[in-house]
């Protein structure tokens, strides 16, 4: 009896685990049997690996063979493990040398030819690896740029199953990857693009500065579509460990580019308005993908013709905008995903739409329950309403609008302003602040908040809408310079929210 060793990942969500493949060569009729709750993709990964071994010119053992996983508890999916497996079974052949094997953690497909073939989720596997400790890491060269994201460990690429055992053997050296280039490239069109609405930007530009959510109605053609493009454009770049954590999302979405796998602008994610549930928070069996809340993390979400989504699509919003993650179980586990984005939603304000409000036919029950698809609580959690008008005569004829370098350059200094207040608490926009936070250790003169307090009292205001206001009032002070808000600021933040007439 032998027995061979390797070692691979598993991913669940953005986390991962290392799994120990372990291969038995004993007697009995020749065939291979896999335990440790494979799924189908890994138990058809035995006719995949001995097909790979045989035809890369190495001898599949005449025996029984059995191939666990461990933890045994832990579900095993998709065929990361093809590589492990096959190395596994070499490994207790004796037809390779252990030395570097039992330190290496081994990730690919492979082809029945042996070639190895990308796999989804290669980022957060190696991050993985490096988490436990392990000192290399070979992937599939096609996700060598991926991998190589990650620092402090290791990282080596294979085309073939040939190429792994002839570095195994000392016969080769397989190549790392290489440096990595930062260049940001800011997406998207220019904020000069829209013409008039002077009110609508600059609500774009207190959303980007404090990084909170927005909501934009009016009739059809306007530039509410335009405005929400360009958000992307006015926010800061990503910092490197927010590129990796967003990068790792889209790489287990099988999003990333060969060239350039390293997202650094802030993602901009557009659901149709018939997506499910699913596609919104994530799903699907086995081990649930990240939906559009997660691909979005770190960047916007917006949802176009939000009256027309369903109503539980949009109610399956709350627990992200309030936890910054999503818990989705399926068969296979519960994953977890990072899911902190800045919504944005655009609607016309009736169903007919017409240009012109006073040309609108519709009932007025119609118009409510049309934009009345939003629930209240999930309206308190938007800070800027805006409700955009048709241009007036002349606009096409006026001044140059302002750029987005302008915009973004006011922005950037209003955030760096409130990551400066806010770094001994642990946030670095205005719009993550708890609301505790803001009324006892930054709590304003009364006179200043006292609009607030009117507010409650006449029932127009919940608590959570008043600590939301409070945040748009510091960006507003933030734009300005001011070391404070004042009165006028909290006015300002008020009157985002009186915006749309639902």
């Given amino acids: 009896m032998a027995l061979g060793r390797a070692h691979s990942v598993a991913v669940s969500g953005v986390h991962g685990q290392i799994v120990e493949i372990e291969a038995d060569i004993g007697r009995g009729l020749p065939g291979v049997h896999i335990v440790g709750l494979p799924d189908t993709a890994l138990q058809e990964s035995r006719d995949r690996v001995r097909a790979a ?35 596994s079974v070499l490994d207790a052949a004796e037809d390779v040398p252990r030395a570097k094997l039992e330190k290496t953690v081994l990730l690919g497909e492979l082809a029945l030819d042996g070639r190895l073939r990308s796999v989804r989720g290669v980022l957060p596997a190696v991050l993985a690896a490096k988490n436990a400790g392990w000192q290399r890491v070979v992937v599939p060269d096609s996700t060598l740029a991926e991998a190589g994201l990650v620092d402090g460990i290791d990282i080596f690429g294979a085309g073939s199953l040939r190429d792994v055992l002839a570095w195994l053997r000392g016969e080769v050296v397989l190549l790392g990857p290489g440096r990595r280039s930062r260049n940001v490239v800011v997406a998207g069109g220019d904020l000069s693009d829209v013409v008039g609405q002077d009110e609508a930007r600059w609500g774009l530009e207190v959303a980007a ?30 910092t490197e460990q927010e590129s990796i954590e967003v990068t790792a999302i889209h790489s287990l979405a099988g999003l990333l580019s060969d060239d350039n796998p390293l997202i650094m602008t802030p993602p901009f994610v557009a659901p149709h308005h018939t997506s499910t549930v699913s596609a919104m928070v994530g799903g699907g069996s086995g ?8 691909r979005a993390h770190r960047g916007v979400l917006f949802l176009d013709e939000y009256a027309e989504i369903g109503t539980k699509v949009l109610e399956s919003l709350r627990t992200p905008l309030e936890d910054g ?31 012109r409000e006073a040309d609108c036919v519709c009932a007025p029950a119609v118009r409510r329950r049309y934009l009345g698809k939003l629930s209240g609580p999930l309206v308190d959690r938007v800070d800027v309403r805006i409700k955009m008008r048709p ?27 409130a990551a400066q207040r806010w770094r001994e608490f642990g946030f670095r926009t205005n719009g993550d602040v708890t609301g505790p936070l803001l009324r ?13 307090d009117d507010a409650i009292r006449r029932g127009q205001l919940t608590a959570r809408g008043a600590d939301r206001a409070l945040r748009v009032a510091w960006t507003v002070a933030d734009l300005r310079g001011a070391e404070a808000p004042d009165a006028g600021d909290v006015g300002r933040a008020l009157g985002f929210r009186d915006e749309i007439r639902r």
């Fill in 440 to 452: 006892r250790e930054f709590r304003l003169p009364y006179k200043t908040v006292a609009p607030l």
């Fill in 325 to 355: 993650e999503v818990r989705i179980a399926r068969r296979d586990g519960v994953a977890i995903y990072p899911a902190r984005f800045q919504l944005i939603l655009a609607a016309n304000p009736c169903p007919c739409a017409p240009p």
């Fill in 53 to 87: 071994v045989t035809n890369s010119g190495e001898k599949w053992p005449d025996s029984r063979v059995i191939l666990a996983l461990s933890p045994a508890t832990l579900p095993k999916i998709g065929s990361v493990y093809d590589l492990a497996l096959a190395l």
């Fill in 391 to 417: 241009i007036g005569s002349g606009g096409f004829h006026a001044d140059e609008p302002e750029c987005s370098a302008d915009v973004r350059a006011r922005v950037a200094a209003a955030r760096s302003a």
């Fill in 287 to 294: 081990m649930a993908r990240p939906g559009s809340v997660s």
């Fill in 209 to 238: 500065a404090g990084a909170h959510h927005l909501m934009l109605t009016g009739p059809p053609g306007i530039g509410k579509t335009m405005l929400a493009q360009r958000l992307p454009g006015l926010l800061p770049p990503l």
